[in-house]
């Protein structure tokens, strides 16, 4: 129903206004309607890209920006499994909890790590080609997920490697 529509619908049985078409209460609604149309649709998208499960553009977009993890190559419902997965929470302090935390939480698709028990250490090898800024990002994350008694490094591609 059109904004015109649920205007004229609610004042029809006040029955103080002439409705008629072409009247001034008409033309009137019209251009109410002509404003508050395109308003009612935007808010009808802005809901709509609120929520993962029926997002289809820019909701998509700004979250995958959040996580780092951008996919516009991939069909909205591809995108929207990948975000899902990435809101379900993990336990980091399990092996495969943690290379879940580094795939959906950090947004690397090459990064694997190795236990050192007796050095309480971890090393995380990261195959991921990453910008300074990211590998920052990404240490920065994965530095308040170890415990506070353990200690990582992390080793990137190109050589470099930062303490954890």
């Known amino acids: 129903m059109s904004s015109y ?4 619908g609610k004042l029809q049985p006040l029955r103080l206004y002439t409705l008629a078409p072409g009247s001034e209460t008409d033309h009137e609604l019209h251009a109410y309607a002509a404003g508050l149309d395109p308003m009612f649709h935007e808010l009808t998208v802005a809901a709509r890209e609120a929520f993962i499960q029926t997002a289809e553009s820019y909701g998509l977009s700004e979250r995958e ?3 780092e993890k951008e996919k516009a190559e991939l069909s909205a419902a591809s995108r929207r499994e990948l975000l899902l997965g990435s809101e379900q ?3 980091e302090r399990t092996p495969s909890g943690f290379q879940a935390f580094l795939e959906n939480i950090c947004g690397l698709e090459e ?10 250490r ?3 090898y990261i195959d991921d080609v990453l910008e300074s800024g990211r590998k920052r990002l990404v240490g920065e994350k994965i530095k308040r997920a170890l415990p506070c008694d353990q200690t990582g490094i992390i080793h990137f591609r190109d050589g470099t490697s930062i303490s954890v």
Do not use: G, T, V
Request: net charge negative.
């Open 5 to 8: 529509d649920s205007m004229r």
């Open 89 to 91: 929470p993990y336990d």
């Open 111 to 120: 990064a694997h790590f190795q236990e050192h028990p007796s050095r309480e």
């Open 122 to 124: 971890l090393d995380i």
């Open 65 to 67: 920006k959040f996580i």
